[in-house]
């Protein structure tokens, strides 16, 4: 099992792959993850009170994954710099 840093880099990873490949599917994805975390909003303002925890935890787990390929330019950036730090800790 993915620590949750290696999860995020290759989140990171596979945003980039895809953003850079096929930016129209890049955008119509971030479109559509858009529309859902507009449709889990909704669901959580009319929801029955007994189902608001695992609304909450749908939406904080939509929210989670939009941030991570919202910031895959920073993770990037984070994971060359941590390939660079540790390239410089190997030499002698």
Do not use: C, F
């Not at 620590?3 to 096929?22: C, K, N, P, R, Y």
């Not at 119509?28 to 029955?48: F, T």
């Not at 749908?58 to 390929?69: M, Q």
């Amino acid at each position: 099992m993915l620590s949750g840093h290696e999860a995020e880099d290759h989140v990171a990873i596979a945003a980039q792959a895809l953003a850079t490949s096929a930016p129209d599917a890049w955008d119509q994805l971030m479109k559509a993850l858009g529309q859902r975390a507009d449709l889990v909003v909704h669901h959580l303002i009319s929801a029955d009170p007994s189902s608001l925890p695992n609304l909450q935890g749908r939406a904080a787990e939509a929210r989670d994954l939009y941030a991570s390929l919202v910031g895959w330019r920073e993770r990037i950036e984070q994971i060359r710099k941590r390939k660079s730090y540790a390239d410089q800790q190997r030499r002698p």
